[in-house]
C-alpha cells in the first residue's frame, strides 16, 4: 500500500488527478492513499442542495463527483483520499464506509477521544460535553435529534467508478471553523462541527496524517 503525502494542495487539481488515475488503472494498478490539507473549498456532492449553502463568504465553491452534500475543506483539516480497487479487495460500497470510519475512530482513540456512528449520518461524531466518554449513543434514531449534543469531526464523501473508489474522508484537526457557519454541514442544518483543538487536544496535522494514513492502510491491506 502506497501512502502519499502531497501537502498542501488546491482541492479542484487534487480531484482531477484522482479521477485520471481512476481511469488509467489496471486491475494490476496498485492501490494508493493520498493525504492532503486543502486550500479553503466549499465541495458540493452530487446530492447536494443549492439550499445548503448559505454564505459562501468569498470561500470558492466546488462541484464535486462524490456523493453526499456540501462540506468545508481548509488548513487544519487532513483530507485522506483511498484510491481503492474493491473488487481486488473483495468487498462492498458499504464495507468500504465501514472501514473508513473504523480508521478515523482508531485515530481519534489514540488522542484519548471517543468517536461515533451515527445512523444513516456518515462521518463521525463526537460528545460535545464528554468526548472522552466511551458510553454508546442513545436516544431517537431519527430526525434532527439524533444530533443533540454532538458535533461532527469527520465528513466522508466517495466516489465509486469500475468498482475502484476515490474521494475519501476529511478529519479535522486545528482549523478556522467559523466557514462551516456559512453551510449546512453536509445537509444537517444547525450541526456543530469540532475539530481536535477544540476539544483539547494538542497536535499537528503530519502527526495526525501520518497516523490516519498507517490506520487506513491497515484497512485496506489484503
Known sequence: MKIVNLGRQPCARTAEAMRVFTEARTADTPDEIWLVEHDPVYTQGLAGRAEHLLDAGGVPVLASNRGGQITYHGPGQVVAYP?????????????????????????????????????????????????????????????????????????????????????????????????????????YAGLRTVDLATLGVSTDWCTVAHELGDRLAAQFTP
Not at 462492498?92 to 456512528?117: D, N, P
Request: glycine content about 12%.
Open 83 to 187: 484510491l481503492i480497487d474493491l473488487r481486488r479487495l473483495g468487498i462492498y460500497v458499504k464495507e468500504f464506509v465501514y472501514r473508513l470510519e473504523h480508521a478515523v475512530l482508531k485515530v481519534l482513540e489514540a488522542q484519548q477521544i471517543t468517536g461515533h456512528r451515527v445512523a444513516g449520518a456518515p462521518g463521525i461524531f463526537v460528545r460535545l460535553a464528554d468526548p472522552r466518554s466511551h458510553a454508546a449513543l442513545t436516544g431517537p434514531a431519527m430526525g434532527l435529534d439524533r444530533f443533540r449534543g454532538l458535533g461532527k469531526i469527520a465528513a466522508l464523501g466517495i466516489k465509486v467508478s469500475r468498482h475502484c473508489s476515490y474521494h475519501g474522508v476529511a478529519l479535522n484537526v486545528a482549523m478556522d471553523l467559523d466557514p462551516f457557519a456559512g453551510i449546512n454541514p453536509c445537509g
